[in-house]
């Protein structure tokens, strides 16, 4: 795997002294790497947001889909980079579906509402969690509990879409199309279907400049 530069610097500074074997300096430079990545994406999310006048949509996917996904795993690209940029289309996507369907009668967000908390109910008690090949859950005892803490999140996030309901806040419907959809995102991240989009996405071996 290539890295950027600077994390190979800042990898080669903090090894410099202590002896480490070139392995030990790779790992290294891989999580100063991931960091970076995340970092940035980040930055350019909250960006994207201000942008395309759907910050507070971004800000709600940032939350909802991170607390989801620590626990019920899901499909994962195989290259930090084409992850980062997969995030970024799919909240900016979903973020200005919220902001155009936010407009619509409650009732209709009402029912949709049902129908995620009810689908991700089902694939997170069903397939939850899912983990990657690099990253292993051998534990079953760890396997129960983050099955177990996904159901929870997922609890949470219901009472805090009644709450969302119930409140005048001018993006209260935004935030709450936007949860929506976090939530069919992540359920079809634990699917085969989502596996496979990945893997053919990953498939294509895009270039990305360092």
Not at 20 to 39: D, Q
Not at 42 to 60: E, W
Not at 76 to 82: G, Q
Not at 158 to 179: D, G, H, K, N, P
Request: charged letters at 10%; a positive charge; hydrophobic letters at 50%.
């Amino acid at each position: 795997m290539s890295y950027l530069s600077i994390s190979k610097r800042i990898a080669g500074y903090l090894s410099s002294g202590t002896e480490l074997s070139s392995e030990k300096e790779e790992i290294i430079t891989y999580v100063i790497e991931v960091i970076l990545i995340n970092v940035l994406n980040l930055i350019n999310l909250l960006l994207l947001g201000l942008l395309f006048n759907v910050l507070p949509g971004v800000i709600t996917c940032l939350i909802a889909v991170r607390f989801l996904r620590h626990n019920a795993g899901g499909a994962h690209s195989n290259s930090p980079w084409r992850c980062a940029l997969i995030t970024a289309v799919v909240f900016v996507s979903i973020s200005m579906a919220a902001s155009y369907l936010s407009n619509i009668n409650q009732t209709y967000i009402d029912s949709m509402a049902i129908v995620a908390i009810g689908l991700g109910t089902f694939l997170f008690a069903r397939l939850a969690p899912v983990d990657s090949p690099a990253a292993p859950i051998i534990s079953a005892n760890r396997r129960k509990r983050l099955k177990y803490s996904s159901l929870i999140v997922i609890a949470i996030i219901s009472l805090v879409m009644v709450f969302l309901r119930q409140s005048v806040w001018i993006y209260s419907q935004e935030v709450q199309v936007a949860i929506i959809l976090s939530v069919l995102w992540v359920s079809f991240n634990l699917t085969h279907s989502a596996h496979l989009l990945i893997s053919n996405i990953d498939s294509l071996n895009l270039k990305i400049r360092r």
